[in-house]
């Protein structure tokens, strides 16, 4: 049976992979886009509207059945604003909000929430699932978290489903994976400061399977998930990997340990690289029977093969 879904940030890195999927399955699809940016997504007709001014918002709900809503401000690599969290929250929460009060006006049964482990935290020595006390400390992080208490607090009458996910990679990716890729294709030796850190990662092909699924089979209420594949890797995994995707020799590079506990307390992308932060997914695996179809290795190759044609 058709459905009719509206994705907002549909021209994004998920929403991009997103788009196409539902397409295949012969559902239509509304591909909400940033205004004046001129964003196009392939298959589908992009409605430009803003979710934080709310200009153009409501008319693009008409009929939608289903809202998943990917539109977010990311994680900024070089932060210029004087007031991040500020930033953040004009997007992620007060968009966020927008969304969902047109989506109930609309009449849509459904609304999915792209939301981060960040909204967690940032690390653990456990291993952490949905039922582990939040308490973010970085300003998208805090945002994310405050985001999906939009979600349970005004769903009311609706299906919302919270997913959160830990660091997603695959083609079109733009954050630490390509960077790492690009050192590998330039033959260098790649710094080791934990090498046995583990952390839980999750391909685009694994997250758009699970947005269908969820999609083609709702629950009641308000209920949160975590994804991520079926196997969490260490920094030295994931380059061993990408430089044999690249046809290379991985070579490294043993950093002393202390220059971990130093780095950590400065730079949010050192936790990301040489951290441990694990979650779990089998309250997701358990409801919905999803194991990933995509290994390390398989999106690897894929984002791979997408970084040598741009």
Known sequence: ????????????????????????????????????????????????????????????????????????????????????????????????????????????????????VKAMGEGSVKVLDEDFPCSPVTPYGISKWESEQVVRTEAAGMNAMILRLPMVYGPGNKGNLPRMVRWADQGRLFPVFQPDNLRSMVYVGNVVAALVMLLAKPRSGVTTYIVKDQEDYSTRMVYTEVCKALGKKPRFLSIPGWTVWVGTRFSEDFRKVTGSFQVSSEKFVKDYGFYPSFSLEQGIVETVSWYRTT
């Open 1 to 116: 049976m058709e459905k009719n879904i509206l994705v907002t940030g549909a021209a994004g890195f998920i929403g991009s992979h997103l788009v196409l999927a539902l397409l295949k399955r012969g559902w239509s699809v509304t591909a909400l886009v940033e205004p004046g940016l001129g964003e196009r997504v392939e298959g589908a007709e992009a409605v430009e509207a803003d979710i934080v001014s709310g200009k153009g918002l409501r008319p693009a709900f008409r009929g939608a059945e289903a809202v998943v809503h990917l539109a977010a401000r990311g994680h900024v690599l070089k932060e210029r604003t004087k007031d991040p969290l500020g930033e953040y929250r004009k997007v992620n929460v007060e968009g966020t909000r927008n969304v969902l009060r047109c989506a109930l006006e609309a009449g849509a049964r459904l609304f999915i929430h792209l939301s981060s």
